[in-house]
């Protein structure tokens, strides 16, 4: 069983620590900027081991014993906690740069007929964020818990036309894996749903 469990740590910090570590090649303008990407880096690769460990909760639990689901736990507030702390480093840098505070843009603003295409990903990070807040406050959560994929989607989205680090070696690769696993393990659960029915 301790084997197990070391295997699935290394790979879990793995996970997470190859966006700071890939960040950390690059030049940051500020702390401020390199907050901002590795909040955003480490939400996707949450958000990624989050829908991993839900969907096959009963696999892992049964080979690795019941603190995989204790993990799950923990790792779901730490994702919203940092839903809501990412965008508040653009409102800050906004504040530096012009001198006003306007959160409601941060926040709710959403376009889909936007002025710019930055704006529209911007407004794919927001939905992501309303959805994962529809998704944490729900009465009742099991049924709505395939927005996490919804969620998963919006954030790779936002992620790859407003980050630039995921276009980078190694995160790239990750990445991408990511959305090719979250896309057949939804495919997997959206088949097995027809079967039972």
């Known amino acids: ?37 590795v909040s955003g880096v480490f ?16 696999k892992l639990t049964s080979k690795f014993g019941n603190w995989i689901s204790k993990v799950h ?14 965008p508040f480093f653009l409102l800050i840098f906004n504040y530096k740069l012009f001198h006003t505070i306007d959160p409601f843009y941060i926040y709710t ?22 959805f994962l807040i529809i998704g944490v406050f729900a009465a009742n959560w099991k049924k709505l818990h395939f927005i996490n994929y919804v969620v998963f989607f919006l954030v790779a989205v936002h992620a790859w036309f407003v980050g630039s680090d995921f276009h980078l070696s190694p995160l790239k690769y990750v ?20 079967e039972k029915e």
């Open 175 to 194: 990445f991408w894996l990511s959305i090719a696993i979250v896309f057949l393990t939804a495919t997997r659960k959206v088949l097995l749903r027809k």
């Open 1 to 37: 069983m301790k084997k197990y469990i070391i295997i699935f740590w290394i790979i879990w910090l793995g996970l997470v620590f190859l966006g700071p570590y890939t960040i950390s090649k690059t030049i940051t303008v500020s702390p401020l900027n390199f907050l901002q990407r």
């Open 43 to 58: 939400i996707f690769t949450l958000l990624f081991i989050q829908i991993i460990l839900g969907a096959y909760m009963k």
């Open 73 to 86: 736990a923990v790792q779901g507030p730490i994702i919203y906690l940092l839903a809501i702390i990412h």
């Open 109 to 130: 603003q959403a376009c889909l007929l936007c002025k710019t295409n930055l704006e529209l990903f911007y407004t794919f990070g927001r939905l992501a964020l309303w």
